[in-house]
Each structure stands twice: as structure tokens, then as C-alpha cells.
């Protein structure tokens, strides 16, 4: 049996993830352009992910990263045009570095190496062409093996690498697996085996199968591992805060457990930086409607409690607060916090009626 599961970090593996991890801090990624220098600009489009990438290089040096996703026009169009979106838009980015000087640009679809010696092209193209003219620039073809920096720029569903178990989360894992449900779910898979279920175990990880025309896939206990996976495939900058049903799909490929359609549910659902700067999909709820002013003293009132607060000598730790919406006049009725419908229709004829 073949079981489909994450990718398990070994020590090696870890060392050089690590290491990177450390060059990316300490030395610069990107260094500044030399104005002498001869740039080239390499672009890609992905099929699949409707989006463009774009690295701005100088002596094998990247100066700058560039991706787009495509608009719903842009992605209906052919494969030959959205590889010359990418490189439009790589035109429009860096036009302060390209203009006025000769370059090399890099794609890995054949046919524009052609553009400029093709006789028909359609009325985009011919538009595309006048912008590109003011630009002294050689198309070259790159294959797609080679033109992998672009190519991963052109991807937005990538799974954060540290999501990925390492050594030490696997260990955490097969212990947590010790504690209910899993423990006795261990139990009956070891029971239950040579025969098919849902669950199998391999390397002491448990893993789920909903049907047998899908992948296995990585039960997480009830661990901070869970949080990390959904903070990952969901808030990280790669990771573009999808909504509910994208960021579901990229968890679920690898992982289960009981209630993650909820708890992703109920992350992306209070994601701050989704909630600040995404636009609701809501209906319109309608213009706000103001009660009207009272046009006497105690004709219109609010009345709420306030609990707990600490317990006076007479045994209360409730306010009942009745406020006039005319003048602001406030009354404050001591009472408990088990006062009943009845006892407030009381304390409201007693006090203020």
C-alpha cells in the first residue's frame, strides 16, 4: 500500500534548511543595481495558477522580485499571450532600470523569441508591441527547467516549509497520540489490521484515508501543531490569506483531524488582517435608522444590568441601570444576579413608575 504523506525533514535535510535560514538573515538577498551594468529580465506565467513572475538580475545577481495574479480577463487568455503578460508586466515594473538601455529577456515559451518577425498578430499584441518598442531589449528562449526562479514566482499555492514535520514534531506527535481519542483509535487500527479502514499507522504516525480514491493523510493530535499548520497555509505572505475554502484545500491534501473544517473555519473568520483589509461579500445592510427624540422627560428609556460587581452588605451584586433617553437622567437599583422577569417588573414600579 502506498501512502501519499508529507515530506519528513531528516537531519541533513533540517541543516541545510537552517543554514539557508541563516543566509537569508545575515547576508542581503537582493543588491543594489549598478547603473553601468547590463540587466536581464527573466519572466514566466503559470498555467494553473493564473499568475506571473518576474526576476530583475545583474551578473547572476537578482536585483528584484516580481508576481502578479491575472485579472478574469487575463485569465482567459492563450498561453502565448499570458507569457507576454509576464513580460509586459515585468516592462511596466521595471521601466526606471530598462528604458533607454539594451537587455536580455528570458522566457520559456518558445514562440516569442519570434514576436517581433511574426506578420499576423492580433489587436492586443499589436498594442503590446508599440509599448514595447521604446524598449531595446533581445528575447531569448530559456527552457522551463532552467527558468525555475520565475517559475516558483509564478506559483501561489505553496505550502510554507516549516509546516512540514521535522524530527523533533514527530516525536511531539507520536506522544500526544498517547491521549484520548487517538489512544484507543491506535488501538483499534492495530486490532483491525490486514483488513482496510479509514486509518492506518506507519513509523508510529496514524494517518486517514476518506476513500480509497484519495491520498492518505497525517492525523494531528490535539496540539499546537494543528495552529501552526492553519497559520501557515493561511497567514504567512506566501501563504496570500486565502479564504475559508482555498486555505481548507491546502491543509486537507496532507492533514486531518476531527473538527478541522471548523477550526479553519473559525481562524480565517477572525484572521485581523483579513478582517481590516478585505472587502465583505455581504448584502448591503441598509441605511441606519435612528429612533426618534422623546419629545418629554422619562417618555422613552434603557435599562440594562450591570453584573457582577462586588457584593454589598444587603447581599446585592447586581445594578439594574434605567436611563432617560431625554435628559440623561440615570437610576441605579440595587438587585441580584438572579432577579427574575417578575422581580425587575417590580423593581421598575417600585423605582421609577
Not at 114 to 125: P, V
Not at 252 to 265: E, H
Not at 280 to 301: A, D, H, K, V, Y
Amino acid at each position: 500500500m502506498s501512502i501519499s504523506r508529507p515530506i519528513e525533514f531528516t537531519e541533513q535535510m533540517e541543516h541545510a534548511f537552517k543554514a539557508l535560514k541563516q543566509a537569508l538573515i545575515n547576508k542581503p538577498c537582493l543588491q543594489l543595481p549598478d547603473p553601468d551594468g547590463e540587466y536581464e529580465v527573466t519572466t514566466d506565467a503559470s498555467e494553473d495558477e493564473a499568475t506571473v513572475g518576474a526576476v530583475l538580475t545583474q551578473n547572476g545577481h537578482p536585483i528584484a522580485y516580481e508576481s502578479k495574479k491575472l485579472n478574469p480577463h487575463q485569465k482567459n487568455y492563450p498561453v502565448h499571450d499570458k507569457e507576454m503578460c509576464a513580460i509586459m508586466h515585468a516592462l511596466d515594473r521595471w521601466r526606471p532600470f530598462l528604458l533607454g538601455r539594451n537587455f536580455k529577456l528570458y522566457t520559456d515559451h518558445r514562440s516569442l523569441v519570434y514576436l517581433k518577425t511574426q506578420a499576423n498578430l492580433n489587436q492586443r499584441q499589436l498594442r503590446w508591441m508599440e509599448r514595447a518598442a521604446d524598449y531595446d531589449c533581445e528575447i531569448l528562449y530559456k527552457p522551463g527547467k532552467e527558468n525555475v526562479v520565475a517559475d516558483a514566482l509564478s506559483r501561489i499555492h505553496i505550502n510554507a516549509l516549516s509546516s512540514l514535520p521535522n524530527s523533533a514534531t514527530r516525536t511531539a506527535i507520536i506522544k500526544a497520540y498517547q491521549r484520548e481519542p487517538f489512544k484507543s483509535l491506535i488501538k483499534e487500527v492495530e486490532e483491525k489490521k490486514g483488513t482496510y479502514t479509514r486509518y492506518t499507522i506507519e513509523d508510529k504516525l496514524l494517518y486517514y484515508q476518506a476513500d480509497e480514491t484519495e491520498p492518505w493523510r497525517l492525523c494531528l493530535p490535539d496540539t499546537p501543531f494543528r495552529d501552526t499548520v492553519i497559520h501557515e497555509n493561511h497567514d504567512l505572505a506566501i501563504a496570500g490569506h486565502l479564504g475559508f475554502v482555498q486555505t481548507y484545500s491546502k491543509i486537507a491534501r496532507s492533514y486531518y483531524w476531527p473538527g478541522m473544517n471548523k477550526d479553519i473555519r473559525k481562524h480565517v473568520k477572525e484572521c485581523d488582517a483579513c478582517q481590516r483589509t478585505k472587502i465583505s461579500t455581504q448584502p448591503p445592510t441598509g441605511e441606519l435608522q435612528p429612533m426618534s427624540i422623546p419629545s418629554r422627560p422619562w417618555q422613552s428609556i434603557g435599562m440594562d444590568y450591570l453584573m457582577p460587581v462586588p457584593e454589598s452588605k444587603n447581599g446585592h451584586n447586581a445594578i439594574l441601570v434605567v436611563v432617560d433617553r431625554l435628559t440623561k437622567m440615570a437610576h441605579f437599583i440595587p438587585t441580584t444576579d438572579t432577579v427574575t422577569a417578575k422581580e425587575t417588573a417590580e423593581l421598575f414600579l417600585q423605582n421609577i413608575f
